[in-house]
Structure formats: C-alpha cells, structure tokens
Nanobody
C-alpha cells in the first residue's frame, strides 16, 4: 500500500530555513501524477503549498504565499519528495503534510481534495 512519511520539521526563528522530506513507497505512477505539500495551522483549513507533476516533467506549482521562498523537488531514485523552505515567517507555522494522487486538472493541483494519499505530517514552528 501507499505510504508517505514526512520528516524534517522543527522550530526555527524567522528568516531561517528548513528542508522537509517525504519518503514515498507503494505509489504506482500512472497518468498525470502529483506529489504535493500541504499545511494546516490551528483553526485553519488545510491549504496547498506546492505540487510537482510527474517528477517535475509536468511542472511545479506554488501557492502565492510561498513563491520565491519555497522549492519543491523530487528525487525519483530515492522515492523522496522535498520542500526547501527559505526566509521562513511566523505565518508559515503549521503542520506540513505530504500527499500523492492523480491530478489531471491544472486548476486543482493545489487542492487537498485532489489527493488520495496522505502522510501524518511534520510540525514547523517559526518564531519571531
């Protein structure tokens, strides 16, 4: 079965950086396939942060709030997804989740409902 295991979350000061990792297994990459990062802060809805399509050959997508600061990448040999986060802000504080699913529609590649498989999350806390 599909397993997604996140790691790399931590507490950092504003302006700092982190790299999140997501070890993926059991995924059958068929059709237009996305791996994505999402986050959820207390009392808020889960939101899409970044997505990568077909290992990068189909492009990458970012939420406006993280463009220019976060980079999503995928190491196909290691079956690992990464999220490099720079210039972190207190508003980036959230639980970060890795997710996987088919994503034929461009408009929904950052929508949580597009994704079928989810990891358990890793906490990122940014202090001012």
């Amino acid at each position: 079965q599909v397993q997604l295991v996140e790691s790399g979350g931590s507490s950092v000061q504003a302006g700092g950086s982190l790299r999140l990792s997501c070890a993926a297994s059991g995924i059958s990459y068929k059709g237009t396939y996305c791996l994505g990062w999402f986050r959820q802060a207390p009392g808020k809805e889960r939101e899409g942060v970044a997505a990568i399509v077909n290992g990068g050959s189909g492009g990458t997508y970012y939420a406006d709030a993280v463009k220019g600061r976060f980079t999503i990448s995928q190491d196909n040999a290691k079956n690992t997804l990464y999220l490099q986060m720079l210039s972190l802000k207190p508003e980036d504080t959230a639980m970060y989740y890795c997710a996987a699913g088919t994503c034929p529609r461009v408009a929904s590649r950052l929508a949580p409902q597009t994704y079928k498989y989810w990891g358990q999350g890793t906490q990122v806390t940014v202090s001012s």
